[in-house]
């Protein structure tokens, strides 16, 4: 009925009806979501650098051992967990209800127990006498930037734990979809990734030798 | 077709019943965004309001009134109603009213959806920016009063607390945390705005066919998505310095009202501003983008010709939107920046320029030879371009630095934002409310109370900002309480009574606009056409109000760009996106 160039662009993915990304709007929603978190964990980041810049007394109080070995096995804890991850979601995709709930679990564990790492960690350093407030090697404002970021990357995964045990209860009793689990994943490898930045900038470049 | 299953956007087709569910937690967009004006329409109200008080101090500083204690102002007062009455304005009017407001009831329309593609996350946006006013207004009502620190909040003195001044307490800890819930608002409504963008447009909506205003929207959307990302992390940095004792932007050695500090140090003050204005300079472009949108929609329908330049419009609007992150240093050049930097900043600033002037000479294209219908909505889109160029003019001169020098923290800067963000982005929205009101109500907002009204505002804000911009060239510093002290201060007096009288004539002239708008919502002249402008875009489709669902369950499918009007050959002057090519009448 219609001329030629009318029928071209109702074909196009950017001509509505379908998704021109072709995922769901959750999954588009949670990228989003992403994309603004970044921005913050990126101001706080900027302020690291712009305090560690403009404080020449900054400390470098890491040990290679313990603080560093400790860190890097935090820093495997976790990733290990976006490996768990992975076989969730991957499982979830063949529908495999039972083994997606039970890899979700296993990385609540991972979660959990980076968690419970880091307090010790944060324990530590209180004991050594490091506060947000004050600390006895230097400027103040490392424990400010460090107790700072690290709390923030830290509620992060405890948001993720109880995000993530609410998807694996709901998927488990059939509530939630195979996409709901990537969704999840999807900001569970956000919160990993942020740590790959947090990990380097706070502990490697803090290193007593 | 993923979308429309997984989406939620399409899966609530019948209505609620219940009062709550329909008209206080309601996941219908349209309620929504009725809320949101409401919620704007309040904030507007009570800013206006603090800014009567501030020019009643300014007219007659020296006269009493018994509505103070001892009937004189304080300066304590007088900074406490400066800081709520920007910080109400900027984000519970201008971020709210013409984007979650005007956007949420407009854009799935506009695009073909029956709603958003989240609903009970837009809900909740609207609950948490509710709650964000309601710890911002607490602030007046604790001990110390509300914030002193104008709406940057600049340190040291927003973290030091108390001591900094009677309303930097308490006040100033709920004014951050309510900026904080603010953000995460935003956020909710910003990747809402998207998602449904992206995802929800019906079949044929192409990038291309989108409705400027749309286009702003989204543009809007992706601002606030980045900005108010940065704003969280500062407030909550700010948080951490005032509860935790951290110095983030606290340096060492500060002397504060005869007290030596000595427990913070190490922090710098300028971490904020950088902070803050990456978040802040978007955020004006926040404010004035979905007034773009409507002026460029409403110039065309009551002008029955195109858009002139469609692509480049769109092209106008993202180049805003990319240069608005690039330019927050010319919010500092005299805080203690590199000459460079500063020359880099003052560069990219004037660039605006060029994406503005595109968009003002495409309006005036829009305009040449056109059959201009001069109706209320029209008045207020033309207001609009014209504070539009008279605002937007004087940021050349600031973006200077060796001019900002002279005129930063005077009245020019004051002159200068109010035209651009604030009075020409409310015309902005009064040219979408009076375009609109037919569609959201079933009933015209009334003509002739409304060209009153749209006259005594049109001249009134100029009388009262066009001075401003001499005040500041004369020297005149912005926030100052006293105006009395200084001799040449005292010279400029009478400057200062003409603007209050004008303010309170501009004041009264906005109780006719609420009386027009009650007297309009219950008694007006009923609009029972679907399309009493002969307007082409999708909401002039369905009935006036629309149905739950918008289009009752029927998907439309878009055939024709969004301003297809006086068409050579067709029988009407406009061309309805939704009507099949066949059944458009040929002349």
């Known amino acids: 009925m219609h001329d030629v160039k009318t029928d071209a662009a109702l074909d196009s993915a950017w001509s509505g009806g379908a998704s021109p990304f072709a995922m769901g709007s959750k999954k588009l929603g949670m990228w989003l979501f992403i994309v603004s978190d970044t921005l913050t964990f990126s101001a706080l980041l900027i302020t690291y650098s712009y305090s560690r810049l403009t404080n020449p007394d900054w400390p470098k109080p890491f040990p290679m051992n313990p603080a560093i070995i400790f860190s890097t096995t935090m820093t495997v804890v976790l990733l290990a967990s976006s490996l768990t991850m992975v076989m969730a979601v991957m499982a979830a995709q063949r529908n495999d209800r039972k083994s997606t709930v039970l890899w979700m679990i296993a990385t609540m564990a991972g979660g959990l127990t980076f968690m419970g790492l880091h307090l010790r960690e944060w324990f530590h350093l209180f004991e050594e006498g490091a506060t947000i407030t004050h600390n006895p090697w230097g400027t103040p404002q490392f424990g400010a930037v460090f107790f700072g970021i690290t709390g923030m990357h830290m509620t992060h995964v405890l948001i993720g734990v109880i995000y993530l045990g609410i998807v694996a209860t709901g998927y488990g009793r059939g509530k939630f979809s195979a996409e709901d689990v990537e969704v999840n994943g999807l900001y569970w490898h956000f919160v990993d990734l942020v740590w790959m930045f947090v990990f380097p900038l706070i502990y490697l470049m803090s290193v007593k030798y | 077709m993923v979308t429309h299953e997984n989406g939620g956007g399409h899966g609530h087709h019948q209505a609620p019943t219940g009062f709550i569910r329909k008209y206080v937690f309601s996941i219908d967009h349209k309620v929504i965004g009725i809320q949101y004006l409401c919620l704007a329409l309040f904030s507007v109200f009570v800013g206006m309001a603090l800014s009567a008080l501030m020019r009643l101090h300014l007219g007659w500083p020296n006269a009493h009134w018994s509505i103070f204690k001892g009937g004189l102002m304080t300066p304590e007062q007088y900074l406490a109603l400066m800081t709520m009455h920007g910080t109400i304005m900027v984000f519970m009017v201008l971020t709210t009213a013409p984007q979650s407001g005007f956007g949420n009831y407009f854009l799935p329309i506009q695009i073909g959806a029956a709603d958003m593609a989240f609903p009970v996350l837009n809900m909740l946006s609207f609950w948490t920016t509710m709650v964000s006013l309601l710890v911002m207004i607490a602030a007046f009502f604790v001990a110390g009063g509300a914030p002193i620190g104008g709406w940057t909040s600049y340190p040291p003195l927003s973290a030091l607390g108390e001591m900094a001044g009677p309303g930097q307490g308490a006040g100033e800890t709920l004014w951050i945390i309510g900026l904080a819930i603010f953000c995460g608002a935003s956020l909710m409504g910003a990747l809402n705005f998207i998602t449904t963008l992206i995802d929800l447009r019906v079949k044929g909506m192409t990038l291309g066919r989108l409705p400027l205003t749309c286009w702003t929207w989204f543009v809007t959307a992706i601002l606030g998505l980045l900005a108010f990302g940065v704003l969280l992390a500062a407030c909550i940095l700010l948080l951490l310095d005032r509860i935790a004792g951290t110095s983030f932007f606290i340096p060492g050695g500060l002397v504060i009202t005869d007290q030596v500090i000595t427990w913070h140090k190490g922090g710098s003050p300028l971490l904020w501003q950088h902070l803050f204005w990456f978040f802040g300079h978007p955020e004006v472009y926040i404010a004035i983008l979905p007034g773009m949108g409507v002026a460029s929609h409403l110039l065309s329908t009551f002008s029955r010709k195109p858009v002139f330049g469609y692509r480049a419009m769109v092209?106008?609007?993202?180049?805003?939107?990319?240069?608005?992150?690039?330019?927050?240093?010319?919010?500092?050049?005299?805080?203690?920046?590199?000459?460079?930097?500063?020359?880099?900043?003052?560069?990219?600033?004037?660039?605006?320029?060029?994406?503005?002037?595109?968009?003002?000479?495409?309006?005036?294209?829009?305009?040449?030879?056109?059959?201009?219908?001069?109706?209320?909505?029209?008045?207020?889109?033309?207001?609009?371009?014209?504070?539009?160029?008279?605002?937007?003019?004087?940021?050349?001169?600031?973006?200077?630095?060796?001019?900002?020098?002279?005129?930063?923290?005077?009245?020019?800067?004051?002159?200068?934002?109010?035209?651009?963000?604030?009075?020409?982005?409310?015309?902005?929205?009064?040219?979408?409310?009076?375009?609109?009101?037919?569609?959201?109500?079933?009933?015209?907002?009334?003509?002739?109370?409304?060209?009153?009204?749209?006259?005594?505002?049109?001249?009134?804000?100029?009388?009262?900002?066009?001075?401003?911009?001499?005040?500041?060239?004369?020297?005149?510093?912005?926030?100052?309480?006293?105006?009395?002290?200084?001799?040449?201060?005292?010279?400029?007096?009478?400057?200062?009574?003409?603007?209050?009288?004008?303010?309170?004539?501009?004041?009264?002239?906005?109780?006719?606009?609420?009386?027009?708008?009650?007297?309009?919502?219950?008694?007006?002249?009923?609009?029972?056409?679907?399309?009493?402008?002969?307007?082409?875009t999708l909401e002039w489709s369905i009935p006036s109000p629309p149905p739950f669902d918008n289009f009752a369950g029927v998907e439309p499918v878009v055939y024709h760009g969004p301003y297809e009007f006086s068409v050579p050959g067709a029988a009407d002057d406009y061309i309805p996106q939704h009507l099949a090519p066949n059944l458009v009448k040929k002349a």
């Open chain 2, 315 to 536: 092209g106008a609007i993202c180049g805003i939107g990319f240069l608005g992150f690039c330019v927050w240093g010319h919010h500092m050049f005299i805080s203690g920046m590199s000459p460079y930097s500063a020359f880099a900043f003052s560069i990219l600033t004037m660039t605006i320029g060029v994406p503005s002037a595109i968009k003002t000479f495409n309006w005036l294209g829009t305009l040449w030879g056109g059959k201009i219908t001069f109706n209320c909505a029209m008045l207020f889109a033309l207001g609009f371009v014209s504070l539009f160029v008279s605002g937007g003019l004087s940021g050349l001169f600031l973006a200077q630095p060796a001019l900002d020098l002279y005129l930063h923290d005077g009245y020019f800067v004051v002159a200068h934002f109010h035209l651009i963000m604030g009075v020409a982005a409310i015309f902005g929205m009064f040219a979408g409310l009076y375009f609109w009101f037919p569609k959201m109500f079933g009933r015209f907002l009334n003509e002739g109370i409304g060209k009153l009204h749209f006259w005594l505002t049109f001249i009134g804000v100029y009388a009262i900002f066009m001075p401003m911009h001499f005040l500041g060239l004369a020297g005149h510093p912005r926030r100052y309480f006293d105006t009395t002290a200084v001799d040449f201060l005292q010279k400029l007096q009478p400057v200062h009574v003409f603007i209050s009288i004008a303010a309170f004539i501009t004041i009264g002239a906005q109780l006719i606009f609420l009386f027009n708008f009650f007297y309009s919502l219950f008694a007006g002249k009923e609009c029972k056409e679907e399309n009493p402008w002969h307007a082409t």
